[in-house]
């Protein structure tokens, strides 16, 4: 059971190392993109190509649907992100239950969205865990679990695809070893537990009262979805990347103002130090580095950011 892209490289490494994969579940297809023409998941556009079978149910908690479960004699319900919580009737169905992989290293950021909060809240490492799943909001007994570092200037996109691929090893070693009774389940410490609700649109709205490395963590973290962005002349203002300079200069300017403009960035005031403008995208335009921005749109000093 699975949606996004980040579930693809899981499903692949089931089928290409051997195991059985009697069905495929995943959301219904939905409009995407600016044309909102109806496009299948990516996993189901996986699972179509390699001749899996697909189903994909409007509500797990129909009864049809967990009887059709049933139906399957299935050992086990491997989860990827498939996005809404199994009930119990669904978590009972398999012989040894339903193995989840998550993208923190629990109990540090259960929920939706915990590649995203890590980075924005400048964590220097991260992981990935398989647990056992139970009713709650990830709160299952630990299977297995695989630390990493994240890099300086890493996007939640990149750390994504990473994670992606390093959590379907894990899931594929988790697998082979709990079929084979040889992984003890480790119940999860709930006092020290945080969460990583999911993401809105208008979390990507930059503050400029933040400290510089605070908004370059939102950056990063908000990359590429919602985005983070502010707002210049009226007009939306997408900011792709960008620097933190720590520096106390420009003391008395109001966080939000630009107090200079080169070739290499846009620097912005902030509550603390200077945020360096890197890539940048004004709405309806492209993306583009600050350079050709300045060149473009005649943006000087003292211009204001809200």
């Known amino acids: 059971m699975g949606t996004p892209r980040f579930a693809v490289p899981s499903l692949k490494a089931l089928v290409e190392r051997g195991f059985n994969v009697v069905w495929v579940v995943t959301q219904p297809s939905r409009p995407r993109g600016r044309g909102r023409r109806t496009s299948p998941t990516p996993v189901k556009e996986f699972a179509l190509k390699h001749g899996l079978p697909v189903s994909e149910p409007a509500g797990v908690r129909d009864e049809g649907f967990v009887r059709w479960l049933r139906s399957l004699d299935l050992d086990l319900i491997v989860v990827v992100a498939y996005g809404k919580i199994l009930p119990g009737e669904v978590l009972s169905v398999p012989r040894l239950g339903c193995v989840n992989l998550h993208a923190s290293v629990l109990p540090r950021y259960r929920g939706a969205a915990p590649i995203n909060w890590a980075i924005m809240n400048g964590d220097r490492k991260t992981g990935v865990t398989t647990m056992l799943m139970e009713e709650g909001m990830d709160t299952g007994p630990v299977l297995l679990t695989e630390e990493v570092t994240i890099g300086d200037d890493e996007t939640a996109g990149e750390l994504s695809e990473r994670l992606s691929e390093l959590g379907a090893d894990l899931l594929v070693r988790t697998v082979r070893l709990f079929a084979e009774g040889r992984i003890e389940p480790r119940p999860q410490d709930d006092s020290i537990a945080t969460y990583a609700p999911m993401l809105r649109k208008e979390d990507g709205r930059i503050d400029w009262k933040l400290g510089a490395i605070e908004i370059k963590n939102r950056v990063r973290g908000l990359e590429p979805w919602p985005g983070a962005y502010t707002y210049w002349k009226g007009r ?57 921005f300045v060149r473009g749109y005649r943006l000087g000093k003292e211009e204001v950011f809200d």
């Open 236 to 292: 939306l203002l997408k900011i792709h990347s960008g620097d933190a300079l720590e520096t106390d200069a420009h003391g008395d300017v109001e966080p939000g103002t630009v107090v200079g403009v080169s070739k290499g960035g846009i620097m912005v005031k902030c509550g603390e130090g200077v945020f360096e403008i890197k890539e940048l995208q004004i709405e309806g335009k492209r993306r583009m580095t600050a350079d050709e």
